[in-house]
Nanobody
Framework: QLQLEESGGGLVQPGGSLRLSCAASSVFILDYVAIGWFRHAPGKGREGVSC????????NYADSVKGRFTISKDKAKNTVHLQMNSLKPEDTAVYYC????????????????WGQGTHVTVSS
C-alpha cells in the first residue's frame, strides 16, 4: 500500500502562510495517482481542500480557499505541496493528504491511502 506522510503544519497568525508537504513512498508515483488535500476541524466534517491530477496536473480548490491556497507537485521528490497564504482562523484543522479518484471542480473522493495528518492552527 502507498504510504503518505504530511508535514509543515504549525501555529501561524491570521494573514500568515504555511507550506504543507505530502511525501509519497514510491518513486514516479505522481505520474499515476492524483492527490487531494482534506481537512477536519473539531466539530465539523471532512472537507476537501484541493486536489491535483496525475499526468496533466489539473488542479481544483474549495471555494473557501480559492485564491489563497496553491497546490503543486515535485515529481522528482514524489511530493505534493499545499502553499497556504492569507490564513484565517477558520482554516484551523488537521490537514490530510490522500490518493483520490478524480480531481474535478465538483469534488474529489479518496481512494484508500491516507497520511496521518498535520495540524494547522491559525490564531493571534
Amino acid at each position: 500500500q502507498l504510504q503518505l506522510e504530511e508535514s509543515g503544519g504549525g501555529l501561524v497568525q491570521p494573514g500568515g502562510s504555511l507550506r504543507l508537504s505530502c511525501a509519497a513512498s514510491s518513486v514516479f508515483i505522481l505520474d499515476y495517482v492524483a492527490i487531494g488535500w482534506f481537512r477536519h476541524a473539531p466539530g465539523k466534517g471532512r472537507e476537501g481542500v484541493s486536489c491535483i491530477s496525475s499526468m496533466r496536473g489539473v488542479t481544483n480548490y474549495a471555494d473557501s480557499v480559492k485564491g489563497r491556497f496553491t497546490i503543486s507537485k515535485d515529481k522528482a521528490k514524489n511530493t505534493v505541496h499545499l502553499q497556504m497564504n492569507s490564513l484565517k482562523p477558520e482554516d484551523t484543522a488537521v490537514y490530510y493528504c490522500a490518493t483520490i479518484i478524480g480531481c474535478l471542480r465538483s469534488g474529489w473522493s479518496p481512494s484508500g491511502s491516507w497520511g496521518q495528518g498535520t495540524h494547522v492552527t491559525v490564531s493571534s
